[in-house]
């Protein structure tokens, strides 16, 4: 949907004004932000409620390894600053330096989508699956969520890079880079209140 | 297909405009579809107006179903021992009337005038994403035949709409009905959250110039509140639609006491939603009978700001009041009476609207018109439905009513007997604007009346029903448990289901009305201003052409229309009229713009949306069809970015000064 | 169409202008949010006794609100973005606390 959102640039307005004075795409893409708030806060209250519940299977406490996701959460706390150096070098024109952080951020991106990746198989190998308890489904609902909107961000952005070359983005560039960055940063400070909520604060 | 067919404006503008469209093959994979009045239009068109019609057209459709099933239910119902269908079937059908009237009818029927009318009344082209308006529609209309399809892959749904566990799960629904459901809401879902964020963005940014947020009429600002209602309230249900299918086809448990799951987790998150959205169905018809009442009332709305603000307080408390959808499942006492007084606050905002509504049409010069008549029908009915809510939000009186016809009574009172009669209201009352010809008079009373009583003898005796412990969804009644007397359950339910087929009846002369006002000859075209109207939707051709305005007008006033024609004599303080439409139309329409862009045509929004549905038979049915949706989705996706939301050589303009404004010159036979 | 979002953010006046931070000054608030990651990892190996979660819910709130002020740029950006942005985020933490609220959730944690 952010695809679309982003992608889209109005023209029914060509020529006219907007009332508010700002950019339909951007107030759209906040908006989409803001409803993903209640998505996110519906699938971490759900994990909250039925983290304690194990029937079977490992304890939370039991199989998060701290350190290893530390550095993951590092590397997509990181990958903001490449992608906000990327917007910040779009506003300026500076094609090359914003191809360089855009590439750089999508990388950072798959790192902690690959981490993601081993963390699942490595608790799978532990003895906890989707549906091995309450606590393994509704962990890897909501880390899956998360996943899954950093993969398509990274899709976004790669699209975004391979677009630039061939001259093909519609619309005004620097936009498009800030609005795939308000996505990006987003998905980074979910990941914020994922980590304290969910590794951090032991059941 | 009279409804959808656009009488001769359409040729004019075909003939001026399109003569610029042409296909940009240099930019994306499709050679880019042109103007035409084919069907083909109809699937590759971004207009507002156009869109909106196909969301009426489909709506209306989903309604006779939803309508048939309800038949069925009433059928079944009418003597004591039903046989007209199983238990099994019976389940089905209560399961799809309500899924169908709430999320292919109402919702998407509001859709339908809100996508219409907000660009209109606040004097804009098109809305801010007409390619995501285009694939909104196509996912609400591919999502709800995906629900649908369900009938012939081994049948509906059949866990009631509410889908409560331990119902839904596969041990006691084991047919994939409930997977259709789950599936076609979230597709239809996405439809609700695309057009959400596409209409606020089109009312906060697209206004023209001095609209400002106190000059909107009241249908928009009502469309404003429950859009931000489906923007906040979609991603809930979302939520829970994932994890009831993350339930039913990949084996978690989230709502299954026996894994230590607690079923409530369900009913919070599908009330949360579940709430607003029963505010999301009933604002667009507060909306439009606040556009009715004045107009037909000649007085301008009593208190104007507070009808605003008293819907945005609706939309706000509405957020705090879901759990007393809940009162008999153990929440414990806090959360009962917490719950309790915020479901009794709630009434105040909307008691306020019902003072509005009466105060602008005391002292009026009343009309009763068949829109007016529906509006005051609304105003009656709500009111009734709105106490019996009350009655709700005492728990210790809901706890007797949970469940029982008492529940059904009250929210078709305030769901048929305000929503609905608010949307037939705008029928009525904007069909002259939308097809330029005026719905008949005779017919639409005899509609009217049906509408009326049969609503009455289907639901009023529900409450009789229900306070007698009738419990609703039950498939069968028996004579032996009937009662006596007055209070006999035989005699009410056979009077409930004579009510719903002369109510059924009443629905069908409206689509009688229709097919007579098109298809006769004697039917005259529509005066421009058929009713006296306030706002600027009028301030137009009719049907508006497809850029909207020739000129965007300038706004000084609410009810800005009602302004431009008349003037206040300030010694008596009495109005008269200065100006006729037409000589308004003229005046406005006198140095049309020029270079109006408007967004071109696209084959994307239906690819993308029908990509949806191919992921959905794939979750049923088979993981790899999964991947060749998402691998479609993911191609159109790319299609769509690359393709430039205006091809560079559309482009409108007016017929050359020497033609004059054709528009107008065309519209004078009409006055 | 590249035109039409020009004027746009020109209208939009010196703000849109000037939006946001520095390259320099990116980089000292994401030094800035790297430091309160080691905190609060640290609490998993020192033990903060009674301060332990008011240093995780503060150190959180504080990152969170600094990625969207400055890396989002909402501090620099027009209001309306603000109220969008966070009446979603208010609204979605009040209903899902008022919603664990009723499960007790917050009792069971003494």
Redesign the interface.
């Known amino acids: 949907m952010a695809e679309t959102a982003i992608s889209h640039d109005h023209d029914a307005s060509h020529g006219a004004h907007s009332s508010t004075g700002l950019s339909n795409n951007k107030l759209g893409m906040w908006m989409f932000l803001g409803s993903e708030c209640l998505l996110f806060g519906g699938l971490i209250s759900t994990y909250m409620l039925y983290k304690g519940r194990v029937n079977s299977g490992p304890q939370p406490n039991k199989i998060f390894d701290i350190p290893f996701t530390s550095v993951s959460s590092f590397v997509l706390l990181m990958s903001s600053l490449t992608m906000v150096l990327a917007v910040s070098a779009a506003q300026r024109k500076d094609e090359r330096n914003m191809n360089l952080w855009l590439i750089i951020t999508a990388l950072l991106g798959a790192t902690f989508v690959g981490g993601q990746v081993y963390e699942f198989t490595s608790f799978y190998r532990e003895g906890l699956g989707f549906t091995t308890s309450l606590f393994g489904s509704s962990f890897y609902t909501l880390t899956g969520f998360h996943g899954v909107h950093v993969s398509v961000g990274i899709i976004m952005l790669m699209a975004l890079v391979g677009m630039n070359r061939n001259n093909r983005i519609p619309g005004d560039r620097a936009e498009v880079v800030e609005l795939i960055g308000l996505y990006w940063h987003f998905v980074d400070i979910v990941w914020i209140v994922i980590f304290t909520l969910v590794y951090l604060i032991p059941s | 297909m009279t409804i959808i067919e656009r009488p001769t404006t359409e040729v004019a503008v075909a003939g001026g405009a399109p003569s610029g469209v042409k296909p940009s093959e240099a ?1 994306g994979v499709f050679k880019r579809p042109a103007a035409s009045t084919s069907w083909r239009d109809w699937i590759v068109t971004v207009d507002h107006k156009k869109l909106g019609i196909m969301y009426g057209v489909s709506a209306f459709f989903f309604f006779l179903i939803g309508g048939v099933e309800a038949l069925l239910i009433r059928l079944q119902l009418i003597a004591p021992n039903g046989k007209v269908l199983n238990a099994d079937q019976y389940n089905q059908m209560f399961t799809m009337h309500a899924t169908t009237m709430v999320f292919l009818f109402v919702m998407p029927m509001a859709a339908a005038f809100a996508n219409y009318f907000v660009p209109l009344q606040i004097g ?9 308006n285009a ?1 909104g529609f196509w996912c609400f209309l591919f999502g709800g035949l995906f629900l649908n399809s369900s009938w012939f892959l081994g049948g509906g749904a059949d866990g009631g709409w509410f889908m409560y566990a331990p119902n839904s799960s596969t041990l006691f629904s084991p047919s994939h009905g409930i997977d259709f459901w789950t599936v076609g809401l979230q597709i239809t879902g ?1 439809a609700s ?2 057009g ?3 209409l ?2 089109t009312i ?6 001095g ?1 400002k947020m106190m000059r909107m009429p009241i249908f928009t600002w009502m469309v404003l509140v429950t859009q931000f209602l489906l ?6 249900i ?3 639609l ?2 009831l299918t ?1 339930q039913r086809s ?5 709502f299954d006491v026996a ?4 079923p ?2 369900w009913q ?2 599908f009330w ?1 939603f579940g709430h607003p959205e029963v505010y999301i169905m009933i604002l667009p018809s507060f909306g439009i009978v606040s556009e009715v009442i004045p107009v037909f009332s000649k007085k301008p709305l009593f208190g104007y700001p507070i009808v605003a603000m008293s819907g945005a307080a609706i939309g706000f408390v509405g ?2 009041v879901w ?1 007393h959808h809940m009162f008999a499942s153990g ?2 006492p806090v ?1 009962v009476a917490v719950f309790s007084m915020s479901t009794m606050a709630i009434a105040v905002p909307t008691g306020v609207k019902i003072v509005n509504w009466v105060m602008t049409m005391w002292g009026g010069k009343l009309t009763f018109t068949i829109p007016m008549m529906f509006a005051i029908a609304l105003i009656v009915q709500f009111t009734i439905g709105g106490l019996s809510g009350v009655t709700h939000a005492v728990a210790p009186a809901d706890t007797q009513q949970t469940d029982t016809y008492y529940i059904v009574a009250h929210f078709h009172y305030v769901l048929f007997g305000g929503a609905v009669f608010g949307l037939f209201s705008g029928f009525y009352y904007w069909w002259p604007k939308m097809f330029r010809r005026q719905l008949n008079n005779a017919i639409g009373k005899w509609n009217f009346w049906l509408m009326v009583i049969g609503m009455n003898l289907t639901f009023g005796p529900m409450h009789i029903l229900g306070l007698q412990g009738q419990p609703r969804r039950m498939q069968v009644w028996t004579e032996a448990r009937a009662g006596e007397g007055f209070f006999n359950l035989g005699f009410w339910n056979r009077i409930a289901s004579i009510g719903s087929f002369t109510l059924g009846t009443g629905v069908l002369l409206f689509l009688v009305n229709v097919v007579y006002t098109h298809k006769s000859k004697k039917v005259a075209i529509a005066p421009l201003d058929p009713w006296d109207a306030r706002s600027l939707e009028w301030m137009t051709q009719s049907p508006p052409q497809e850029h909207n305005f020739d000129v ?1 007008p300038t706004v000084s006033h609410l009810d800005e229309f009602f302004h431009r024609k008349y003037e206040t004599d300030s010694s008596t303080h009495g109005v008269t009229q200065v100006r006729s439409a037409e000589e308004v139309m003229a005046e406005l329409n006198a140095h049309p ?1 020029e ?5 071109s045509r696209s084959y994307w929004p239906i690819l ?1 949306a029908s990509s949806l549905p191919v992921i959905g038979y794939g979750v049923i049915y088979n993981r790899t069809l999964m991947a060749v949706g998402a691998g479609l989705i ?1 191609l159109t ?2 299609g ?7 091809s560079p050589d559309d482009d409108f303009d007016p017929p050359a000064p020497g033609e004059g404004g054709g528009h107008t010159k065309e519209l004078s036979p009409l006055g | 169409m590249s035109t039409a979002t020009e004027h746009v953010e020109h209208t939009d006046g010196h703000e849109a202008e000037h939006h946001g931070l520095s390259d320099k000054q990116y980089i000292y608030v994401a030094l800035i949010l790297a430091a309160l990651t080691a905190i609060e990892v640290s609490t998993y190996y020192i033990d903060f006794g009674p301060f332990f979660m008011p240093t995780l819910f503060i150190l959180m709130t504080v990152k969170f609100v600094t990625v969207v002020s400055y890396f989002m740029h909402l501090k620099f950006d027009n209001k309306l973005f603000t109220y969008l942005f966070y009446s979603g985020l208010i609204l979605a933490i009040c209903v899902y606390c008022g919603f664990l609220a009723t499960f007790k959730f917050f009792l069971q944690k003494g």
């Not at chain 2, 906060?204 to 110039?209: P, Q, S």
């Not at chain 2, 894994?259 to 607690?262: L, N, P, T, Y």
């Open positions: 930019l804009a082209r098109d809305v801010a994403f007409p390619r995501i694939f996405i959250l695309t959400a964020i596409n606020i963005v906060l940014n697209m206004r023209t110039k609209m923007l906040f309230a979609i991603p809930v979302t939520v829970a994932f994890l993350f990949f084996g978690a448990t989230f894994s230590g799951a607690d409530l987790l919070h998150l949360i957020w705090g759990a929440l414990g959360s965007l713009d270079h109006i862009h408007m967004p993308l993911l996706m790319f769509w970015a690359m393709e430039p939301s205006t």
